[in-house]
């Protein structure tokens, strides 16, 4: 059967998934992105115009998981600001969020090697150690 123009865009599409986090005691929901949200965190992954492009992989993993978690009506946990603070839990507590996070988004290990794959190492460039 061949959808309709309506039966897609009245599909109920983004799912959500409740991730047990001990070392937060308790449980995260985990929202899946639309296009457009996609489309921006990639977007936020890049700095920079034209060939001066880089790629923002600092705090990669709390990014994610502040642009997925949901509270049970559905909106964002976190904003841009908790990100610096949310990168510096757990790092076994934020990636086993963000495995879920990345699942539903549809995001691949694939997908961030593409945005990456133009731009080399930097070994000189700044840390992002405290």
Known sequence: MLLTRDQILSAEDILTEDVEVPEWGGTVRVKGMSGAERDHFEAGSLKGKGKNRDVN????????????CVDEHGQRLFRQID??????????????????AQRLA?????????????????????????
């Open 57 to 68: 992989l600092a705090n990669l993993r709390a990014r994610l998981v502040a642009a997925s």
């Open 83 to 100: 990100i610096e603070a949310l990168g510096r839990k757990s790092a076994a507590a934020l990636g086993r969020v963000y495995d879920v």
């Open 106 to 130: 549809g995001l691949t290990d694939e997908d961030v090697d593409e945005l990456t794959e133009d731009f080399p190492d930097d070994p000189s460039g700044p840390s992002t150690s405290d």
